[in-house]
């Protein structure tokens, strides 16, 4: 356990300036989202109102209170959101590949270390997940702020109010990274780590076979994805609704579990035979 948590803090170190910048870029770029939509509302406003004289009641009828959907579905917010889950699946490959790059693979090192090899699989898949729930986190502590920032713009009649709870749960996409339930949060962060899981187990294929590897990593991938959603595929073409919802779930979950436990098993083989020191 030692040897893992140490792994795990030498993994986040190489990958704290990357989190740290897709934190700052969120910020800025949400925060100026939030006062460019504020102003451009507040203008729009001002120029209706006062230029051209159109009541007040009217022109809220016509173009209604300014919520804080506006700015979640501006680019200003999902912008930053799309550019985080592009660095995190940008790094699952990275994580592994760096460790080969340079003069000096440091790929090596790491395998040298006294430890079993598989603590390393271990330290990179947790430092994906903290870096995804670190960002989670942090979008969840600025969203409060942003609707500050919004009430501290606009005034109370020309605003809809809402609630962190009730921005999340009207919009879809960002339910999916913001799950409104335990349950949810389970199934949508379980399959991230399956996935991850499998996409790290096609790497070590590649890395251990090279060319073969390619497509030895390509046909794992296609077979642990048919195999993790088989409960769904009998359901629809030849059972045809034989399962309720719970028992489907529950073979879900439990084909789920066998597919991770057999990328993990896979990844561990591949490291402690087949890349050699």
């Avoid at 948590?5 to 993994?11: D, G, P, R, S």
């Avoid at 729930?133 to 942003?146: H, K, N, S, T, Y």
């Avoid at 088989?230 to 789920?256: R, T």
Wanted: contains cysteine.
């Amino acid at each position: 356990m030692s040897n893992y948590l140490k792994l795990v803090n030498f993994e986040f170190n190489r990958i704290g300036k990357l989190f740290a910048v897709l934190l700052a870029i969120t910020f800025i770029v949400q925060i100026v989202g939030v006062i460019v939509q504020s102003k451009s509302y507040l203008n729009r406003a001002n120029e209706m109102i006062y230029k051209e004289m159109m009541p007040k009641a009217e022109f809220l009828e016509s173009y209604g209170q300014m919520s804080f959907l506006e700015v979640v579905y501006s680019v200003w917010f999902i912008g930053p959101i799309a550019l985080c889950i592009a660095g995190v699946g940008f790094y699952i490959f990275l994580i592994w590949y760096r460790d080969w790059m340079g003069k000096n693979t440091f790929i090596y090192r790491l395998l040298m270390l006294p430890t079993t090899r598989l603590n390393i699989f271990y330290a990179k898949i947790t430092n994906i997940m903290i870096m995804t729930f670190g960002l989670i986190a942090f979008q969840l502590v600025l969203l409060p702020i942003e609707n500050l920032v919004m009430k501290s713009m606009v005034p109370k009649e020309f605003r809809a109010d809402l609630t962190v709870s009730e921005i999340v749960t009207r919009i879809p996409e960002l339910s999916i990274i913001i799950p409104s339930s335990m349950i949810e949060l389970i199934v949508y962060y379980g399959a991230g780590l399956l996935a991850v899981a499998i996409l790290f187990t096609a790497i070590l294929m590649e890395r251990s076979f090279r060319w073969k590897g390619i497509f030895a990593g390509l046909i794992y991938i296609a077979v642990a994805v048919i195999l993790t959603i088989s409960p769904l595929l009998l359901q629809a073409f030849v059972f045809h609704g034989f399962f309720y919802p719970i028992e489907l779930f529950i073979l879900e979950i439990v084909f789920g579990l066998i597919v991770l436990a057999a990328s993990i098993w896979t990844s561990g083989f591949l490291l402690t035979k087949k890349i050699t020191v």
